[in-house]
């Protein structure tokens, strides 16, 4: 199975939200998703701004209500194909936690930026190399979306690769943050989609 792990600091509000997106949108095939906190509080909800995001974004409403908040460890770390960070910080702390993960490891808007520079017949292309299992053809694909890296040049300012923390804040701020957050999640439903489909 292709598993993908979110992550952000205290999981109730960016990571579980990318989480249940990924979930709802991933549900044909065969992948796994979870999220987990640098900071994770202990068993805590989704904010309630995040579960209707949520729910209006097409998660399911049992989806986002059920979610408890849990503390990344190492041990998260050990088994998933592509490892979703919700800031540059959280990148660091994932790849210090599990080096041997840095190729596996985006902010959800550094993979967005890099994703979208590939062409479907590319994305296929690449889901090709790894041949006809279908977890195999997902890691193929996201290994072409990371060989992009050093070829698409970085953003005028690094801080565009994080998604703003709404926690505690406005509701415009929720809004802001989960449209910086919906292109990383289209483009990983667009890149495992086409890698799934031969």
Known sequence: MFEIMTVCTGNICRSPLAEVLLRARLADLDVRVHSAGTQGLDAAPMTSEAQRLAVEFGARVEDAGDHRSRFLTERDLVSPDLILALSREHRRRIIDMAPARMRRTFTAREFARLAVELSDAEIRDAATEGGDDQPARLRAAVAAVAGLRG????????????????????????????????????????????????
Not at 175 to 187: E, H, K, N, R
């Open 151 to 198: 070829m698409i040049p970085p953003p005028a300012d690094a801080a565009d690769d994080d998604v703003i923390d709404p926690y505690r804040r406005s509701w415009e701020t929720y809004q802001l943050s989960a449209s910086q957050l919906l292109p990383g999640v289209d483009q990983v439903v667009r890149v495992l989609g086409l890698a799934a489909a031969r």
